[in-house]
T-cell receptor, first 110, second 116 residues
Framework: QKEVEQDPGPLSVPEGAIVSLNCTYS??????FMWYRQYSRKGPELLMY????GNKEDGRFTAQVDKSSKYISLFIRDSQPSDSATYLC??????????FGKGTLLTVNP | KAGVTQTPRYLIKTRGQQVTLSCSPI?????VSWYQQTPGQGLQFLFE???????NKGNFPGRFSGRQFSNSRSEMNVSTLELGDSALYLC???????????????FGPGTRLTVT
């Protein structure tokens, strides 16, 4: 079993839709939970992070962490064509080592 | 500030050859991490250097090695290339190498390596 599992999609939605992206993990030592966004031909960029369990909101983006279920989510409200990218979940414990999911390719159609 | 730069951007090599990739972190960042990205395996951690010392290593064979210089620039080397080494190699630097904020990684655009 891989430490981090992420459905690779692809996911295609109409503009304005609510998008839900998810990851599960098996390592209880993970404390920091991140979402990175990667546009085509670019390196990933940090979108959001959450420490331990709970929700965090930033504009149209909401990150949720449920440590009891070992499940994290990213919600995108009012999705825009500019949100079209690959979204990677990432997790880190106390060892300064990030473990990434495989990424979900999202396309938002105008 | 300039971002993370990686050279070369594209590279084509033949099986059995070796290759060296270079990464210049953002000014002031002392930690550099290397990742391999493939469609099948996603983004996999290779190793991380902090203050010229390898602090973490992923599950890759010894053919993959790296180093960091006193100016924080880093190189990674792959010897005896195999077809399966074809991938996008990404370098990332962190401004907070000794705190929980290490999750804040700034990635370069990557080097696309093709092994034929």
């Amino acid at each position: 079993q891989k430490e981090v599992e992420q459905d690779p999609g692809p996911l295609s939605v109409p503009e304005g839709a609510i998008v839900s992206l998810n990851c599960t993990y098996s390592n209880s030592a993970f404390q920091y939970f991140m979402w990175y966004r990667q546009y085509s031909r670019k390196g990933p960029e940090l979108l959001m992070y959450t420490y331990s369990s709970g929700n965090k909101e930033d504009g149209r983006f909401t990150a949720q962490v449920d440590k009891s279920s070992k499940y994290i989510s990213l919600f995108i409200r009012d999705s825009q064509p500019s949100d079209s990218a690959t979204y990677l979940c990432a997790m880190m414990g106390s060892n300064y080592k990030l473990t990434f999911g495989k990424g979900t390719l999202l396309t938002v159609n105008p | 500030k300039a971002g993370v730069t990686q050279t070369p951007r594209y590279l084509i090599k033949t099986r059995g050859q070796q290759v060296t990739l270079s990464c210049s972190p953002i000014s002031g960042h002392r930690s550099v991490s290397w990742y391999q990205q493939t469609p099948g395996q996603g983004l996999q951690f290779l190793f991380e250097y902090f203050s010229e010392t390898q602090r973490n290593k992923g599950n890759f064979p010894g053919r993959f090695s790296g180093r960091q210089f006193s100016n924080s620039r880093s190189e990674m080397n792959v010897s005896t290339l195999e077809l399966g080494d074809s991938a996008l190699y990404l370098c990332a630097s962190s401004p907070n190498p000794t705190s929980g904020q290490f999750y804040e990684q700034y990635f370069g655009p990557g080097t696309r390596l093709t092994v034929t």
